[in-house]
C-alpha cells in the first residue's frame, strides 16, 4: 500500500490532524457506519488556510491511516504526494462547505442504514425518543438531486443549511459538521442513534411524540452537562482507546 509517509516538511498541528482524522475513520467503522470505500469524514489542515484532508478513493476505512489521507485545496487540487485520487462527490460536498462556513472545521457524511431511511421518511427526524429530542430546531433538510457531483447545487445546500451545522440529505444520509473532530462525531453519534431507535418504535405501531415544553427542558438540560475537553471530547477519547485495543496501525 502507497503511502505519504510523515516528511520532514509536514507540520507537527498536520500530522496531529491527520492522526485524529485517521482514528475518526476506524471509530466509524468499528460502529458500522463504513460503506463500502464510499462516504467521507474531512477536517481542514490547522494554519493552512485552503486545504483540508480527506479519506484516498479506493480504502476502505478501517485501512485509512495518517499517512493515507490525501490534503487538497478547495478546488480539488493535491497539496502533497499521494498515489491515491478522492471521490468527486467527496470532494464537491466537503469542499463546498468548508470554504463557506468557517466554523465546518470537520465534517462527516454517512450512508448508514437507518440515518437513509430516516432521511427517506416524510416528515424526517421525529421528537420521539431521548436522542432526537437534541434535535428539533437543528436539524436542515436538502432534497435529494442525484450524486452531488455537480458545483451548482452548492448554492441550495448552503441555503438549506443556514444557520444550522446538521443536515439530513432526503433519500441519501446524514451530513455533519463541527468545529473539531469528536464535536462531529458524538454529534452524529447521536443523530445514529436517534434514528435507529426512531426505525425500531415505528415499526411497532404509532410513537409517542414528546411534547415542545419537555423538549425544551430537555435540550436546555443536556447543553449544561458537558464533559471537559469540549463536545464528544471524552467519547472520542474512549472510542479510540477501544480502536487501539484492536489495531493501532491508524497511526502510521
Known amino acids: 500500500m502507497a503511502t505519504a509517509l510523515k516528511s520532514n516538511s509536514m507540520t507537527e498541528a498536520e500530522w496531529a490532524a491527520r492522526q485524529e482524522l485517521a482514528a475518526c475513520y476506524r471509530i466509524f467503522d468499528m460502529l458500522g457506519w463504513s460503506e463500502l470505500i464510499f462516504n467521507h469524514i474531512t477536517v481542514k489542515v490547522p494554519g493552512e488556510e485552503g486545504a483540508f484532508l480527506i479519506n484516498p478513493y479506493g480504502l476502505h476505512f478501517s485501512e485509512i491511516t495518517a499517512s493515507t489521507l490525501v490534503k487538497i485545496d478547495y478546488d480539488g487540487n493535491k497539496l502533497a504526494a499521494s498515489d491515491w485520487g478522492v471521490n468527486r462527490a467527496g470532494f464537491v460536498q466537503h469542499s463546498l462547505f468548508h470554504r463557506h462556513l468557517p466554523d465546518a472545521h470537520a465534517i462527516a457524511h454517512t450512508h448508514t442504514t437507518a440515518g437513509m431511511a430516516v432521511a427517506s421518511l416524510e416528515g424526517g427526524l421525529q421528537p420521539v425518543n431521548f436522542y432526537a429530542c437534541n434535535f428539533p430546531g437543528q436539524i436542515a433538510y436538502h432534497e435529494f438531486e442525484g450524486v452531488t457531483v455537480r458545483e451548482e447545487e452548492g448554492e441550495r ?96
Open 157 to 252: 445546500l448552503l441555503a438549506n443549511l443556514g444557520d444550522k451545522r446538521m443536515m439530513l440529505l432526503r433519500n441519501h444520509g446524514i451530513l455533519a459538521m463541527g468545529r473539531t473532530l469528536p464535536e462531529v462525531f458524538i454529534k452524529h453519534w447521536v443523530l445514529q442513534r436517534a434514528c435507529e431507535i426512531q426505525m425500531a418504535t415505528l415499526s411497532m405501531g404509532k410513537p409517542l411524540t414528546v411534547g415542545a415544553d419537555v423538549i425544551a427542558v430537555h435540550q436546555r438540560d443536556i447543553s449544561q452537562t458537558q464533559l471537559p475537553g469540549g463536545p464528544g471530547r471524552a467519547e472520542f477519547d474512549a472510542m479510540v482507546r477501544l480502536v487501539d485495543r484492536k489495531d493501532m496501525s491508524w497511526r502510521d
